[in-house]
């Protein structure tokens, strides 16, 4: 695949919006982020630039670097302009946007306030990025955060040019940098790890750069990616508006992963443990923290990660806490029901009955030791809404109302960081057209 980045409205005659995939034929491939769609402005405002110099892809990742602005008008006429930022950062994937978020869009790194980013090059201490005169900064490849160490001798905001042409325009790595070794099924190998500073040319217009340099072309060693990512213990929630049986609780393991001054981490290894038994190898190609599986209920579960950077560092193993999922079905002494509700018997049901009720105002309430708790009800026409309390604190209201009938769905998940006694709550809020809501079961990780 090719993509293709920069300012225009279609390719062959398809919309595509300044960005556009393209398979070997040079056909429109079918992912289509829209940039001007994706670019956070403000509500009353719209896009005033976007322009895009520079790409790199970093895994799951494609980063864009350029101008991009946003106009806002006054309310007495006339307008003002604000820059948006000068890197953009999208799912390969999905296509959404991962940064700037809006909180942090203007900007998320310490660059003067019409920057603009010419050329990207990946390397092991991180993501070298050419701003123009502010010169070469460098950011955490995996989180994308500026980093100040890294880019101190390279990069300075208050650095004027003596001619309006100056400035960093051009990066390269004049070797390549060394990549994980592939890996097959569920084989966890790694890669080499980089044992040389490597090369970076900048390349620009430099009459002076701070006493340092001189000439048009300034070559700069980085600092080798030596130090291996670290992770955080993975923990497991659960995976709301999926289907449980009674053998399978849907769930998702998360953790987060950094590689601080490095290359970035290229990938993730997942391990299971059942019972207290050996460790299994899940995934050892996760581009991202998370994996989605379904859970026995009454076997014990532990799960652990690592990562992998782009330089070919192996993080260390880290463990999350041991836990079991149990289904509680409604007739469970420890869950008690307001006047009023009624057993329905249905085979689509967990165990073959549920309680229900279509009385706005009604209650259910389920006492229980554990660190994660979720609710299995019915969606359809006829279901209402339900606000949920935990250990007497609203927390959401959940609306079952869906156009065709599902059975057994986890319409709810809430966790905490270690096990303990809490009290989950849900009280039916109508609306008076649609009042109907089902207990079928509460799922629980002790």
Do not use: C
Not at 5 to 17: L, Y
Not at 36 to 45: F, K, Q, R, S, W
Not at 98 to 103: D, K, M
Not at 200 to 219: E, F, H, T, Y
């Amino acid at each position: 695949r090719l993509i293709v980045a920069g300012s225009f409205g279609s390719i062959d005659g398809t919309p595509r919006r300044g960005l556009a995939m393209l398979a070997a034929d040079g056909s429109v491939a079918p992912w289509n982020p829209d940039l001007y769609g994706l670019v956070p402005i403000a509500p009353d405002g719209g896009l005033f630039d976007l322009t895009t110099h520079a790409i790199q892809i970093l895994g799951d990742r494609v980063v864009l670097g350029g101008s991009y602005a946003a106009i806002t008008p006054y309310p007495s006429g006339g307008f003002h302009i604000d820059p948006i930022s000068s890197l953009l950062v999208i799912s390969s994937t999905s296509g959404a946007l991962v940064r700037p978020t809006e909180a942090d869009r203007n900007p998320w790194y310490p660059v003067g306030s019409w920057e603009a980013v010419w050329a990207l090059a990946h390397t092991d201490a991180g993501l070298a990025a050419a701003f123009g005169q502010p010169g070469m900064a460098l950011f955490d490849a995996t989180t994308f955060d500026f980093d100040a160490t890294a880019s101190a001798p390279f990069f300075d905001v208050s650095w004027l040019a003596t001619t309006t042409d100056a400035g960093v325009f051009a990066l390269a790595v004049p070797y390549a940098s060394p990549s994980p070794a592939g890996v097959s099924g569920a084989t966890d190998s790694v890669g080499p790890q980089a044992d040389a500073p490597q090369k970076l040319v900048l390349a620009g217009v430099i009459p002076r750069w701070k006493n340092r340099v001189a000439g048009n072309v300034v070559r700069a060693t980085v600092g080798a990616d030596t130090v291996a990512p670290v992770v955080t213990a993975p923990r497991v929630v659960l995976a709301t508006i999926r289907t449980v049986a009674s053998n399978a609780v849907p769930s998702r393991v998360v953790w987060t992963g950094a590689d601080a001054h490095g290359s970035g981490v290229a990938r993730y290894v997942l391990q299971r443990s059942t019972n207290g038994g050996a460790w299994v190898t899940l995934s050892s190609t996760l581009k991202s923290p998370s994996m989605e599986l379904t859970l026995t209920p009454g076997v014990s579960y532990r799960f652990r990660a690592r990562a992998v950077d782009y330089a070919g560092n192996v993080g260390g193993y880290v463990t999350g806490a041991s836990f079991t999922p149990q289904i509680v079905q409604q007739t469970s002494t420890a869950i008690r029901f307001s006047t009023g509700w009624s057993t329905v018997s249905n085979p689509s049901y967990l165990g073959g009955t549920a309680k229900g009720r279509s009385v706005i105002g009604a209650a259910a309430s389920y006492r229980f030791t554990g660190r994660s708790v979720g609710l299995v009800s019915g969606l359809g026409p006829s279901r209402g809404r339900i606000k949920i309390f935990i250990d007497g604190t609203y927390v959401r209201t959940v609306d079952l109302y869906s156009a065709t009938t599902r059975y057994r769905a986890l319409v709810f998940g809430w966790g905490w960081s270690s096990s303990g006694t809490h009290t989950i709550r849900i009280v039916l809020a109508g609306p008076s057209t649609r009042p109907r809501v089902d207990v079928d079961a509460f799922v629980v990780f002790r």
